[in-house]
């Protein structure tokens, strides 16, 4: 099993920025596809950005240029470092993350309890 905890969600000023950090634990063979989700009320949950055990990333047009994606794979961790944040980028944003628990079972996928981003006008 795989546990996902997140940190680093809370109240900023637009133009502000926060750092979103989510920590994958428990027993796993390998984490492969890293990445954050976010659900603003009355939307559907959205791919925010996500990175490859390789490094590649994929980022949604509403975040380029203002939102970095990044992770440490020796510590099954990855980052979501948010600037020049605007009110539209309010959510809950949850961490996603593909797991193999061992060598020879499927891999799975998993996701963290979601920590709430608010932006100020």
């Known amino acids: 099993q795989v546990q996902l905890v997140e940190s680093g969600g809370g109240l900023v000023q637009a133009g502000g920025s926060l750092r979103l950090s989510c920590a994958a634990s428990g027993s796993v063979f390998r984490i492969g596809t890293m990445g954050w989700y976010r659900q603003a009320p009355g939307k559907q949950r959205e791919l925010v950005a996500k990175t490859t055990s390789g490094g590649g990333t994929n980022y949604a047009d509403s975040v380029k240029g203002r939102f970095t994606i990044s992770r440490d794979n020796a510590k099954n961790t990855v980052y979501l470092q948010m600037n020049s944040l605007k009110p539209e980028d309010t959510a809950v944003y949850y961490c996603?993350?593909?797991?193999?628990?061992?060598?020879?079972?499927?891999?799975?996928?998993?996701w963290g309890q979601g920590t709430q981003v608010t932006v100020s006008s």
């Open positions: 996603n993350a593909a797991g193999k628990v061992y060598s020879y079972t499927p891999e799975l996928y998993y």
